[in-house]
């Protein structure tokens, strides 16, 4: 199995900072793409982030310069830096991993439990 564990999420005012971190474990041979949605009461969940393994991100029009995604492939750890956050950024945010797992080489979609981050007006 592989699990996803995010931390960083909190309360911050409008235009501050948070940073979010998930760490994957467990049968891991290699993990492909990783990236962040979120999802917000009453909406669907949504892409916020997302970056290869190669280092070739793609992001959500609603973060563009505001929001970076990065990772340390040794760590099996992507991060969200978060900057400028608007109320609307308020939701739920999930981690997500594209695995391939040790021994059968199966791929595997994982998803953490998700960290909440409200921004206050």
């Known amino acids: 199995q592989v699990q996803l564990v995010e931390s960083g999420g909190g309360l911050v005012q409008a235009g501050g900072s948070l940073r979010l971190s998930c760490a994957a474990s467990?049968?891991?041979?290699?993990?492909?793409?990783m990236g962040w949605y979120r999802q917000a009461p009453g909406k669907q969940r949504e892409l916020v982030a997302r970056?290869?393994?190669?280092?070739?991100?793609n992001y959500a029009d609603s973060v563009k310069g505001r929001f970076t995604i990065s990772r340390d492939n040794a760590k099996n750890t992507v991060y969200l830096q978060m900057n400028s956050l608007k109320p609307e950024d308020t939701a739920g945010y999930y981690c997500?991993?594209?695995?391939?797992?040790?021994?059968?080489?199966?791929?595997?979609?994982?998803w953490g439990q998700g960290t909440q981050v409200t921004v206050s007006s």
């Open positions: 467990g049968s891991i041979f290699r993990i492909n793409a």
């Open positions: 970056i290869t393994s190669g280092g070739v991100t």
């Open positions: 997500n991993a594209d695995v391939l797992m040790g021994g059968s080489l199966r791929k595997y979609d994982a």
